[in-house]
C-alpha cells in the first residue's frame, strides 16, 4: 500500500480559511467512505479531527470540515487560529482490513 | 477519563526482539478493537496492526506480517507488540490506539507512544 499524497505544508492568517488534501486511489479514497483527519502537535500523540470523511467527533471545533471528491478527501479550516498550527495526517480504509496514511502537512499559522 | 500507556521501547540491534504493552484504563477495554501505529522520526504514519475484541482477528501491514505479533489480555487491560527480527527501518515511536465506536474504521484514543530504536 502506497501512502496517500499530502501537501508537504500549507499557510494562512488568522482567521482565513485553509484547506488540505489528501489523494490516493480508486482502491483507498476512492471506494469507502471511511477517511478520517489528525491533528498532531509536536512531541504529542496524534488526535482525531475528521471520520467518516465529514463527521466531527465531540469536542473539535465546527471551524474543522471533511469532504471527499473522487479519489481525493479534504480537510478545511474555516477560520484559522493559532492554536491550529500542527501536523495533519489523513488516514483511509483500503480494505482487507488495512489502512494507509497520508504522509502529513504542516500547517502553519502566519 | 480514557488513558493508554505504552512501555517497552528501547534501544535493540538490528536482528533483536523487542515487547511493547500498552496499559489501557477509563474504559471497558475488552469491548473495543485495538491497533499499533508507528511513525518514524520525522516522518508520516504508518498503521501496524490491527486485533479484534476477542483476539478472533488480527490483521498486519505487510511491512511487519511475519515479524510481529499483536496479542491482548483482557483480564489486565493490556495490549502487547512482540517484534522479532527488528531491522533499522522498524525505529519509530509505536502508539497504541482505540477504535473508534461510532466508526470502527479510524482511532478515537491514542497513547503517547514509545520509542523502539534499532541501530548496531
Known amino acids: 500500500q502506497s501512502a496517500l499524497t499530502q501537501p508537504r505544508s500549507v499557510s494562512g492568517s488568522p482567521g482565513q480559511p485553509v484547506t488540505i488534501s489528501c489523494t490516493g486511489t480508486s482502491r483507498d479514497v476512492g471506494d469507502y467512505n471511511y477517511v478520517s483527519w489528525y491533528q498532531q502537535h509536536p512531541g504529542k500523540a496524534p488526535k482525531l479531527m475528521i471520520y467518516?470523511?465529514?463527521k466531527r467527533p465531540s469536542g473539535v471545533p465546527d471551524r474543522f470540515s471533511g469532504s471527499k471528491s473522487g479519489n481525493t478527501a479534504s480537510l478545511t479550516i474555516s477560520g484559522l487560529q493559532a492554536e491550529d498550527e500542527a501536523d495533519y495526517y489523513c488516514c483511509s480504509y483500503a480494505g482487507s482490513y488495512t489502512w494507509v496514511f497520508g504522509g502529513g502537512t504542516k500547517l502553519t499559522v502566519l | 477519563e480514557v488513558q493508554l500507556v505504552e512501555s517497552g521501547g528501547g534501544l535493540v540491534k538490528p536482528g533483536g526482539s523487542l515487547r511493547l504493552s500498552c496499559a489501557a484504563s477509563g474504559f471497558t477495554f475488552s469491548t473495543y478493537h485495538m491497533n499499533w501505529v508507528r511513525q518514524a522520526p520525522g516522518k508520516g504514519l504508518e498503521w501496524v496492526s490491527s486485533i479484534t475484541t476477542s483476539s478472533t482477528y488480527i490483521y498486519y501491514a505487510d511491512s511487519v506480517k511475519g515479524r510481529f505479533t499483536i496479542s491482548r489480555d483482557n483480564a489486565r487491560n493490556s495490549l502487547y507488540l512482540q517484534m522479532n527480527n527488528l531491522r533499522a527501518e522498524d525505529t519509530a515511536v509505536y502508539y497504541c490506539?482505540?477504535?473508534?465506536?461510532?466508526?470502527?474504521?479510524?482511532?478515537?484514543?491514542w497513547g503517547q507512544g514509545t520509542l523502539v530504536t534499532v541501530s548496531s
Open positions: 490506539a482505540r477504535d473508534d465506536p461510532y466508526s470502527g474504521y479510524d482511532y478515537d484514543y
Open positions: 467518516d470523511v465529514t
